[in-house]
Each structure stands twice: as structure tokens, then as C-alpha cells.
């Protein structure tokens, strides 16, 4: 079974901080992907990565970057965090060309 | 418009009903679709994965695709109470590894 894994459930941070959501895949996908996820607008996707060191911006990549150094790590940075990035935040993987999208149980994250 | 239209419900059916939940797009190059099944304070969990058009079954599921209307279902059979969860299309275009998500219908089965 594939295995996404989020460094953290829950995570209370303050306005202005820099925040690293963490992603780790056993799958050796090519493809990992952030998203978050609101009430009513659904799944959003931030960026997305289709090999290592590369990346490409997703709908709402404003506030957010990422880093991908190696294949099975994909992290999601908050530059300057501020309380409209309160949200769940999912990160997926998959392989080449229409595999499906594998997630994680996301981190809930809230910034006071 | 968006692109993937998915009735939020919430939809609420007693045990061992069958239950249909619906997604419809407008753009004509999907041909990969999906459905997720997502527990409170979980991951979405791949449920189906269909190619074009006609159905496919998995146990008590079934996926439907109708791609001259554009219009994707899923049945479930024989509603047990551990189906209630939020139900999320999705659907892609071959060559594309994006995905375009409906909002999700919340399901509850009651015992």
C-alpha cells in the first residue's frame, strides 16, 4: 500500500512565523502535490512537483513555496504565515501520467 | 463555471439503502476518473478509478461513467453505517497528473 506521510496532525502557530509542513512518500513517485482544503471550495491545489528540484505553481501558490530535494520528501513552506492560511492542508503523491492521487491525513494547521 | 459540479448535501439515508451520489463536468477531455472517500480529520482514500466511459463494481460499489453527458455517479449498495463520510469526485485529462476535484458530498447512514 502506498504510504504518504505528514510530519504533523495539528499544529498552532503565530502570524508572521515561517512554518514547514513536511511530506514523505515509500512509493518512489514522481509526482507529489500540496493542497488545502476549506468548507465549501474544497481541494485547492498550492504547488505541485513532478521530479526532484522542480515545481510548479498550482490555483493559489500566493504565500507558499515549496522544496523538493529529494524524491520521497515534498515540503510546503509558509513564508510569513497570517491567519487567512488557517486551514487543512493535504499533501499526495502518484506515479507517471494518470495514476491515481495518493494523500495523507493532512495537517490541520491554525495561525493566531 | 467550474469545471467539476458536485452537490455538497449533506445527505442523510437509513441502513441498507441505496445510496447515488453524482458529479458532472464540462470539459470534454477528462477521461480519467475517480472516486475518494474521506473520513472526518482523515485523507481523501481512493475508493474507484475508471477510464472513459461504462461501469465498474467493487464489492458494494459501483462506478458509472456517462461521458456524452458528462456525468459521473456512484452507487453505493447496502449502506452501512461506517459509509457515512465525505464523498469527493475527481477526474483528469490523459497526459495530465492534476486532478480536478468536486467540493465533496457529506454522506450520513443512519442505523
Known amino acids: 500500500d502506498v504510504k504518504v506521510t505528514q510530519s504533523s496532525r495539528y499544529l498552532v502557530k503565530r502570524t508572521g512565523e515561517k512554518v514547514f509542513l513536511e511530506c514523505v512518500q515509500d512509493?518512489?513517485?514522481?509526482?507529489m502535490f500540496w493542497y488545502r482544503q476549506d468548507p465549501g471550495l474544497g481541494l485547492r491545489l498550492i504547488y505541485f512537483?513532478?521530479?526532484?528540484?522542480?515545481?510548479e505553481k498550482g490555483d493559489i501558490p500566493e504565500g507558499y513555496s515549496v522544496s523538493r530535494e529529494k524524491k520521497e520528501r515534498f515540503s510546503l513552506i509558509l513564508e510569513s504565515a497570517s491567519t487567512n492560511q488557517t486551514s487543512m492542508y493535504l499533501c499526495?503523491?502518484?506515479?507517471?501520467?494518470?495514476?491515481?492521487?495518493?494523500f495523507g491525513d493532512g495537517t490541520r494547521l491554525s495561525i493566531l | 463555471q467550474k469545471e467539476v459540479e458536485q452537490d455538497p448535501g449533506p445527505l442523510s439515508v437509513p441502513e441498507g439503502a441505496i445510496v447515488s451520489l453524482n458529479c458532472t463536468y464540462s470539459n470534454s477531455a477528462f477521461q480519467y476518473f475517480m472516486w475518494y472517500r474521506q473520513y472526518s480529520r482523515k485523507g481523501p482514500e481512493l475508493l474507484m478509478y475508471?477510464?472513459?466511459?461504462g461501469n465498474k463494481e467493487d464489492g458494494r460499489f459501483t462506478a458509472q461513467v456517462d461521458k456524452s453527458s458528462k456525468y459521473i455517479s456512484l452507487f453505493i449498495r447496502d449502506s452501512q453505517p461506517s459509509d457515512s463520510a465525505t464523498y469527493l469526485c475527481?477526474?483528469?485529462?490523459?497526459?495530465?497528473?492534476?486532478?480536478?476535484f468536486g467540493t465533496g458530498t457529506r454522506l450520513t447512514v443512519i442505523p
Open positions: 512537483s513532478y521530479d526532484v528540484k522542480m515545481k
Open positions: 475527481a477526474m483528469s485529462a490523459i497526459g495530465a497528473n492534476n486532478l480536478f
Open positions: 499526495a503523491s502518484s506515479g507517471p501520467e494518470n495514476q491515481p492521487q495518493h
Open positions: 475508471t477510464y472513459s466511459s
Open positions: 512509493m518512489d513517485h514522481e509526482n
